[in-house]
């Protein structure tokens, strides 16, 4: 099984401010690489798959890089509505495994 | 609206069973893999189960197999997850979710509580 591991746990930004997020797995994922946005009692939501195309409707703001053990989430200018807890996943094969999130809180 | 309705969920006893289901509706519902994940109480996501197009391929997570079954309806649009031998630990929020790689979207899932 490959771990995903997200770090940090907790990141304080100001709204208007750069949020940056890592994902690392436990050995090559390729490409194969989700980030999802998860608000309390909703379903996470897809941003980015393929470790950096959007998903349909996600703002220019959020974008993705990285391929084969490191990823990064970048949101250029948190809006409000972008403090939330965000997951990586990757799909390289089974079982599909997810990071243990990051929440992106108001700092 | 593409959309996915959880139900099903409920109390159960440890050792005990529960069928879930899932009705999609506003997309081709048979063109599409589908999957099962869970989020127990203030934790992260864990993806359950997958299945094909046709019922012919499916996948478990090691924790739930020989458990866990699932499977679709194509005809009726619905996927569901047949839950036995249900331990404490099986307690979560299930979500049923387009997609077998990527989760496209899901619902507003179905809670699972496994308690004596």
């Known amino acids: 099984e490959i771990v995903m591991t997200q770090s940090p746990a907790t990141l304080s930004v100001s709204p208007g401010e750069r949020a940056t997020l890592s994902c690392r797995a436990s050995q090559s994922v390729s490409s194969n690489l989700a980030w999802y946005q998860q608000k309390p009692g909703q379903a996470p939501r897809l941003l980015i798959y393929?470790?950096?195309t959007r998903a349909t409707g996600i703002p220019a703001r959020f974008s993705g890089s990285g391929s084969g053990t490191e990823f990064t989430l970048s949101i250029s200018s948190l809006q409000s509505e972008d403090f939330a807890v965000y997951y990586c996943?990757?799909?390289?094969?089974?079982?599909?495994?997810f990071g243990q999130g990051t929440k992106v809180e108001i700092k | 609206e593409e959309q996915v309705v959880e139900s099903g969920g409920g109390l159960v006893q440890p050792g005990g069973s529960l069928r879930l289901s899932c009705a999609a509706s506003g997309f081709t519902f048979s063109n599409y893999w589908m999957s099962w994940v869970r989020q127990a109480p203030g934790k992260g996501l864990e993806y359950v189960a997958n299945?094909?197009?046709?019922?012919?391929?499916?996948y478990y997570v090691d924790s739930v197999k020989g458990r866990f079954t699932i499977s679709r309806d194509n005809a009726k649009n619905s996927l569901y997850l047949q839950l036995n031998s249900l331990r404490a630990e099986d307690t979560a929020l299930y979500y049923c979710a387009r997609g077998g790689k990527i989760i496209d979207f899901g619902g507003q899932g179905t809670l699972v509580i496994v308690s004596s």
């Open positions: 299945i094909n197009q046709d019922g012919s391929e499916r």
């Open positions: 393929d470790a950096s």
């Open positions: 996943q990757h799909y390289n094969n089974w079982p599909r495994t």
